[in-house]
């Protein structure tokens, strides 16, 4: 089964910084994917970057970046130019298929906590 | 084209009643998605549907169940209510289960409060 393990209960960044939130994985999987999420105090889970394990390349999508280390299993989220919009919870994602069918689940870690400071 | 979206977004009951959730996903998604989320346990999965059928459930007991309609919108039953069962309770829906990149999008939730 996969595990997402999620370090950073809270961080603290100043407005326009980056700031970079932790993520490591177990899994036994050769193919698998990586999702981060957002979810503001609203409770809506946001998609804000996917990285697959045979991508070659880093993903990046606006501001967000995702720096991928497939040897140390870890898929760190990197916000740059943080805004006070970015306040809320991020929590880290992997893809777990269930059944050859195509039936999968994602298994999410416990999450961090960003609070921007302005 | 409209998100996920679910109905009621709050909802207050004692114990021993039951309650009924519902989602309707992106028109043309057939995968639907339930997850509890709690301060506790974190995220968990409850089951998937596609195309009507139940095609997988997570560690959660009887009382809680499920269905699918032929327009893709989902509910969700949870009888016998206990304190326990407080929680956000998400919705996901996927246009085709499976695949590399099988984003989920989610529906803002239902709060479910039990008393």
């Known amino acids: 089964a996969q595990k997402i393990t999620q370090t950073q209960p809270g961080m603290f960044v100043q407005e326009k910084e980056a700031v970079t939130l932790d993520c490591t994985y177990d899994?036994?999987?050769?193919?698998?994917?990586l999702f981060w999420y957002k979810q503001p105090s609203s409770g809506e889970m946001i998609f804000l970057i996917y990285q697959g394990s045979y991508d070659e390349q880093n993903a990046t999508e606006g501001r967000y970046s995702l720096n991928f280390q497939k040897a140390r299993k870890s898929a760190n989220l990197v916000i740059s130019a943080s805004q006070l919009g970015d306040s809320a919870m991020y929590f880290c994602?992997?893809?777990?298929?269930?059944?050859?069918?195509?039936?999968?689940?994602?298994?999410f870690g416990k999450g961090t906590k960003l609070t921007v400071n302005p | 084209k409209a998100g996920v979206t679910q109905t009621p977004r709050y909802l207050i009951k004692t114990r021993g009643q039951q309650v009924t959730l519902s989602c309707s996903p992106i028109s043309g998604h057939r995968s639907v998605s339930w997850y509890q989320q709690t301060p506790g346990q974190g995220l968990q999965f409850l089951f998937e549907?596609?195309?009507?059928?139940?095609?997988n459930k997570g560690n959660f007991p009887g009382r809680f169940s499920g269905r699918q309609f032929s327009n893709s919108r989902s509910e969700m039953n949870v009888s016998t209510l206990e304190l326990g069962d407080s929680a956000l309770y998400l919705c996901a829906s996927s246009p085709v289960a499976g695949g590399p990149k099988t984003e989920q999008f989610f529906g803002p939730g239902t709060r479910l409060t039990v008393l």
């Open positions: 994602a992997m893809r777990e298929i269930l059944t050859q069918g195509g039936s999968e689940k994602l298994v």
């Open positions: 899994t036994s999987d050769q193919s698998y994917g």
């Open positions: 549907y596609f195309s009507e059928t139940q095609r």
